[in-house]
């Protein structure tokens, strides 16, 4: 059984920064995707990030690009969302996912294989 596990929430001022954690466990495919979404208040969850599980590579969200950035760890099969240069806009619970067909696509909620439970990351202006 997959379980993905996020970790790193919590409460910064604008212009800050936070490193989301997601755990991985009962993972047995050969490659897949790695992938952030989050959802703000009163809006749908959003495509944030996906990241290539054989070779790492990324992609991202326009709104995030050149702030957030994805790494693996493949000894821990954790994958991490370091976050600079917050903003309040940032504010949403953030959600990690495996997407099994793998790649780097902006993938939607109906492609993803596989959730973790979410951890809130509040932006103060």
């Known amino acids: 059984e997959v379980q993905l596990v996020e970790s790193g929430g919590g409460l910064v001022q604008a212009g800050e920064s936070l490193r989301l954690s997601c755990a991985a466990s009962?993972?047995?495919?050969?490659?897949?995707?790695i992938v952030w979404f989050r959802r703000a208040p009163g809006k749908e969850r959003e495509w944030v990030s996906s990241?290539?599980?054989?070779?790492?590579?990324?992609n991202y969200d326009d709104s995030v690009k050149g702030r957030f950035t994805a790494s693996i760890d493949r000894a821990t099969k954790t994958t991490y969302l370091r976050m600079d240069s917050m903003e309040p806009e940032d504010t949403a619970v953030y959600y990690c996912?495996?997407?099994?067909?793998?790649?780097?696509?902006?993938?939607?909620?109906?492609?993803?294989?596989?959730w973790g439970q979410g951890t809130q990351v509040t932006v103060s202006s």
């Open positions: 996912g495996v997407a099994v067909e793998g790649g780097t696509g902006h993938f939607d909620l109906a492609e993803i294989d596989y």
């Open positions: 009962g993972v047995i495919f050969d490659d897949y995707a």
């Open positions: 990241t290539s599980w054989s070779d790492g590579s990324t």
